[in-house]
């Protein structure tokens, strides 16, 4: 389901977090390559929700209200091609019909002068390891 990272992420502002998508294998549109909706990063974070999918995994939402989107670009890939992109850019992958697998890594990277917002995810200390410059108060 197409959804944007930044619902998993409690700091803010958007503009300071950053996702990647790095593909493994060949990503296509038989196994379920990433497909995205150019301009959706411009909105607002919208509300989120399960899915009534037969196969999801616990805890990933979709955006609400948004369906399969005509607006959205398949972005097949090569090994070792990778992707970067606002957190409000709505994107998602389809069902894998192929024979195979389609395996990929996600990482997300924010500015440690993000604010820190606690009550997103309900823990107080923050989880996330500074890996470059200097701790801020009440940041990430």
Not at 11 to 20: I, L, N
Not at 48 to 72: C, I, L, P, S
Request: proline share 6%.
């Amino acid at each position: 389901p197409l959804h944007p990272d930044l619902v998993y992420f409690p700091c803010r502002p958007a503009d300071r977090v950053m996702a990647t998508w790095t593909a493994l294998e060949a990503c296509t549109r038989e196994n379920g390559c990433l497909v995205a909706v150019p301009g959706s990063h411009k909105v607002e974070l919208l509300a989120h929700g399960n899915t009534e999918w037969e196969h999801q995994n616990f805890g990933y939402f979709a955006a609400k209200d948004v369906g399969a989107h005509g607006g959205r670009v398949h972005l097949e890939m090569n090994p070792g091609d990778t992707v970067f992109f606002h957190p409000l850019l709505l994107h998602g992958s389809g069902t894998n019909r192929s024979d195979g697998f389609r395996r990929a890594v996600s990482c997300h990277f924010a500015s440690a002068t993000c604010k820190y917002l606690p009550e997103q995810i309900g823990l107080e200390h923050r989880p996330y390891l500074l890996v470059k410059g200097r701790e801020h108060a009440d940041c990430i």
